[in-house]
């Protein structure tokens, strides 16, 4: 891993205590971390950032094409992180010219809030890959840990349970319904009706990758 990209990762996450960066050609032995085996796989390989999209998203790619095919292209890099305070998290580093950017997807969960239940849509897809993706640097701009649910409202029954924030925008669900519809909280109070709850994600994702650098195999000599 470039040092850049190591040192920003120590950076953000060294006040969570101890941090530990696994990354290719670190000698460590990876089998008994506390994480999937494709995450351990994919930090062993030196095209980790290629084959990131394929090897962790892969399920997704049907609901989240836009995303997926833009990861495939855009992350240069990958590293699994163990801290004190939070959950093993795998990272994803991307570029914007000098500017080192990184997501962080914590593991993969089967163990939904109940309130899930009532949703309208299953997001057993999304959270089975991470249970929260979100930005290094900011802990949102992505789908929340399940830990991190919170309403916005006071009456449960007429809040927006949001599982996605974005630049003071969120998306959730309003269980006032049966199923609980889904909704968009804009930044600036608008709220939208979204009929189609992984077009919105899939946009929202895609959104702020577009603009990042490609993986070196993509960039035209």
């Keep these: 891993m470039h040092k850049l990209h190591l040192q920003t990762i120590h950076e953000q996450v ?54 997926i095919t833009m990861l495939s292209r855009c992350v240069q890099d990958a590293a699994i992180v163990l801290t004190e305070s939070k959950p093993p998290s795998l990272v994803y580093i991307m570029q ?28 057993h897809p999304l959270y ?22 919170r309403p916005i409202g006071t009456d449960l029954k007429t809040a927006l349970h949001p599982i996605f924030w974005q630049s003071g925008s969120a998306l959730g669900f309003q269980i006032s319904e049966t199923p ?19 077009k919105q994600l899939d946009d929202l994702l895609y959104a702020p990758l577009r603009g990042l650098d490609l993986h070196p195999k993509y960039k035209t000599p």
């Design 180 to 198: 609980a519809a889904c909704y968009m909280l804009w930044s600036d109070g608008d709220v939208q009706r979204i009929v189609d709850f992984w």
């Design 14 to 67: 060294n006040h969570e205590g101890n941090p530990t960066v696994f990354a290719y050609q670190d000698t460590t032995n990876l089998e008994p971390l506390p994480v999937p085996s494709s995450w351990k796989e994919l930090v062993s390989a030196p095209d980790a950032g290629l084959r990131a999209a394929g090897m962790v998203w892969g399920p997704l790619a049907r609901l989240l094409p836009r995303t």
């Design 96 to 123: 914007e010219g000098d500017l080192v950017l990184a997501r962080r997807g914590y593991l993969p969960t089967t163990e939904m809030p109940d309130i899930s239940r009532r949703f309208s849509v299953d997001l």
């Design 128 to 149: 089975s890959v991470h249970n929260g993706w979100i930005n290094l640097y900011s802990d949102d701009s992505g789908p929340l840990p399940t830990s991190d649910w």
